[in-house]
C-alpha cells in the first residue's frame, strides 16, 4: 500500500470498525482537538498491507480509501443475507457429484454465473491468483479425451517397467503413489479399454462444459486458492440447477501434456490445478449419503 491510502478525516466517525478488522493493525484511532477520535493509518505499518479491503468494506461512511481500491469499482453494496443455517444445511445435502449428465449445452451466461461465484471465493493473498478457462465445447473436450487416454495407458505401461516404477515412487509423495497405484490405475484398468471400445466417456463423463483452473508457477498459496475456488464453483453449479463434479484425473494430464496445453490455451508459465465438469442432470437423487469426517477431535 502507498502514499495514496489515507482515511478521510473529514468524514471519518470514529467507529473504530476499520481498526478492528484490519488483521496487521494498520489503522488507529487518534484524539482530535476535541473529545472526539478519528482513525488513521499507520505509516510506518503501510507497506504490510495486502490490500484484502475489509477496512473499506466495514466503513459506514466511506471515509477509508486504500490504494489501487475504490468504492464505485472494487466495493458494492451487500444484498440482504437470505439463506438461514436450516436452508444451508438442505442446500448442502442435496448436493451431489453428479456424473450422468444429459447432452445439452450449457449457456455462457451460466456459466459466467459460476464463474463470478468462484471470484467470491477467498484466496491466501489478495489478489486472485487463480485463472479459470472455460471450455464451452463438447467437441473441444472429445478432441482432448484420446490425448488423456493416451496419457494414462502410457503411464500404466511405465508402472509395468520396475526401473521406471522405482523413478516415479522416488518422485511423487507417498500418498501421491499410494493413490496413483492403488487406486487410479486400477480403476482405469477397465475404463480405458471401454472408452476406446466406444463404450461411454468414463473421464469427463459426456460432460457439455468443463473448467479448468491454473496459476502461475510462481503464485503463492495458488493450490489450496484453487480448490476453494472450485467448491465454490461446484455450489454455484448446484445453485443454478446443474450437476458437476471435481475432476483429479485431468489437471495433471493436461499440465505435463503440451498438446493439451495448447488446446485448451493454458498459458506457458502456468500450472493446471483443478477440473471440473458440468452439465444438466439426466437424473435426480431421490435420497443424500451420510457422511462423515475420518475424526473430530474437541480441544477445550
Known sequence: MGSQSRIDTEICGGCGLCVAVCPAHIPELIATAGSDQVARFRPERLHACTRCGHCMAICPTEAVQVEGLTYGEDLFNLPPVGMAASDLSGFLAHRRSVRVVQDRPVPRQVLQEIVDAMAMAPMGFPPHKTEVTVVQSR???????????????????????????????RRTSAAEYRSLSQHVL???????????????????????????LHASNQAESAEADAWIALTYGLLAAHSLGLGATALSLIPPVVDRTPKLRELVRIPAENRVLACMVLGYARHRFQRGIRRELAAVHWVQ
Do not use: C, H
Open 186 to 212: 486400477p480403476s482405469l484398468a477397465y475404463r480405458l479399454p471401454d472408452m476406446k471400445a466406444g463404450q461411454g466417456d468414463t473421464l469427463t463423463r459426456g460432460a457439455p462444459a468443463m473448467l479448468l
Open 139 to 169: 467437441g473441444t473436450i472429445e478432441e482432448a479425451l484420446p490425448l488423456i487416454v493416451q496419457r494414462y495407458e502410457d503411464l500404466a505401461a511405465w508402472m509395468r517397467n520396475p526401473f521406471i516404477r522405482l523413478m516415479i515412487r
